[in-house]
């Protein structure tokens, strides 16, 4: 199967492909779309982020049909392999097929994710000839770096409560669900004094740690919280117990794996060690089916400060007391997370103890409980919270009209449309948090291998998805 450049959708994804789009970096490939809205003579908007939302009027028949918003996002994530000689900010991807009807981009992402969608849009303001209601073709920036340019849409810029987005789901399949987001950095300034006490650092090592969306329901060890847990039991048991230091995660959407806390303790080295131990063999028992690689450590080393044993008890209740984890699971569809935490990453900073923790929920509901239980420990313990880039998610909706056509347009080409929902975030949840109402399907071709340079679009596929898309469109009226 060849690239087809007669075929607009190809015409268009190559066009785009020829035009650098890191997230960032959408100012030329924005006016390229806007070229297009003023070729016709379209109404359009163009951000001061170059998000671009360009209105094609309703085929005729169509005048009093509600509009619709179709969405993609313009940006992709710019990967490639390591001897691969490749300006991300200055050369066109070098497009192929391969004899299985695969489209690849030599050496690098292909940017299907999410060039697939913004070709179809494209194709559908160029041709004339398709029947619809008004569409209002959104192409959004920075999605792959947090949403941002779907976060900074505004309402006024629609009049729609029928939405598809071009970006999740697949040729059999329908997005139906996802989770919104905030970020809470939970601080305490911290008391630092001189400590000459023998000294000791709690290593947690070994856990599986993953994404906070996708692992997060599957009872993955925190490195952090155990630690945490660990230096409150010796502190417990043994009395004296000082945090020095204490170091652990990578990223906030990231289960962390390991954690470093360093202790200072007059307390009987030999009991000091005994009930880290004891901690450790309990820990693992409660993972072997789950982190089957964890193991702990204690270390006796040098420190020179540390905070007062009433700070430390603060600091160590806080840990252990805070949500964290699957708190909500969805009673309509099998599996799917819908409230969660996730304390990804701690560290000191100008003598200031931070945990950057990852909220996230599909009802915005869920995402207040969680908020409030951590204002209420926060208060408690002498922690100060502040919260960031909140927001909201996609709940499941049984009946949507939208969905039901998918599935009948679907159901003709012999296919049985599947449902998934994700506890990740998407666009979809920006929309829906703007527009509450909303009726949102999700529908894209098939492609495989996203964010890396083995990212690849079945060609069949895309000449499939395109004519569903089509005549969904038409059996919108
Ligand atoms: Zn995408």
Not at 7 to 16: L, V
Not at 74 to 96: A, R, T
Not at 359 to 373: F, N, P, Q, W, Y
């Amino acid at each position: 199967m060849e690239f087809d450049l007669n075929k607009k959708y190809c015409y268009y994804f190559k066009q785009i492909s020829d035009i650098p789009r890191g997230s960032g970096n959408e100012k030329v490939v924005s006016d390229f779309v806007v070229e297009l809205a003023k070729k016709h003579g379209y109404d359009y908007i163009q951000d001061e982020l170059y998000n671009v939302i360009v209105s094609k009027p309703a085929s005729p028949g169509y005048e009093n049909s509600e509009p619709l918003i179709m969405q993609a996002h313009l940006d992709m994530v710019c990967e490639k392999n390591m001897d691969v000689e490749h300006d991300f900010e200055k050369d066109p991807l070098d497009l192929y097929a391969d004899e299985e009807g695969w489209l690849h981009a030599r050496g690098t992402t292909l940017g299907a994710d999410d060039g697939q969608g913004v070709a179809y849009m494209l194709a559908i303001l160029d041709d004339e000839t398709l029947e619809h209601p008004e569409l209002q073709c959104t192409f959004t920036v920075m999605e792959e770096i947090g949403l941002l340019g779907a976060k900074a849409l505004k309402k006024e810029y629609f009049h729609s409560n029928r939405y598809i987005n071009l970006d999740a789901g697949s040729e059999d399949c329908c997005t139906v669900s996802s989770s919104g987001g905030a970020r809470a950095v939970l601080s305490k300034k911290l008391t630092f004094e001189a400590d000459e006490r023998p000294a000791y650092c709690l290593q947690i090592r070994g856990l599986k740690g993953g994404h906070s969306a996708g692992a997060i329901h599957e009872e993955r060890g925190n490195a952090i919280l155990l630690a945490a847990r660990t230096a409150y039991e010796i502190g417990r048991t043994c009395g004296d117990m000082r945090l020095s230091d204490i170091s652990g995660g990578m990223k906030f959407n990231a289960i962390p794996r390991e954690a470093d806390l360093v202790f200072t303790s007059a307390a009987d080295p030999k009991l000091i060690s005994e009930c880290a131990e004891k901690c450790f063999e309990d820990i693992g028992r409660e993972l072997q089916y789950s982190d089957e690689g964890f193991y702990g450590k204690l270390i006796p080393l040098t420190a020179e400060r540390s905070i007062g044993t009433e700070e430390t008890e603060k600091v160590l209740s806080f840990l252990n007391v805070i949500p964290n984890g699957l708190q909500h699971r969805s009673m309509a569809i099998e599996g799917l997370s819908i409230a969660s935490l996730n304390a990804g990453v701690i560290y000191i900073e100008d003598d200031t103890l931070k945990i950057d923790d990852l909220i996230r929920s599909a009802l915005a509901s869920h995402g207040d409980e969680m908020i409030r239980k951590l204002e209420i420990l926060c208060s408690h313990f002498g922690f100060e919270m502040s919260l960031s880039d909140r927001y909201y998610g996609w709940d499941y909706v049984k009946d949507s009209p939208l969905r039901q056509i998918l599935r009948e347009v679907l159901k003709e080409k012999g296919i049985e449309m599947k449902e998934r929902a994700t506890h990740g975030g998407l666009e979809c949840g920006i929309f829906k948090g703007l527009i509450p109402d909303l009726d949102i399907v999700t529908y894209s071709p098939v492609s495989t291998g996203e964010h890396t340079p083995a990212e690849k679009l079945d060609l069949a596929s895309f000449d499939r998805a395109y004519a569903n898309l089509c005549e969904l469109l038409r059996r919108c009226k």
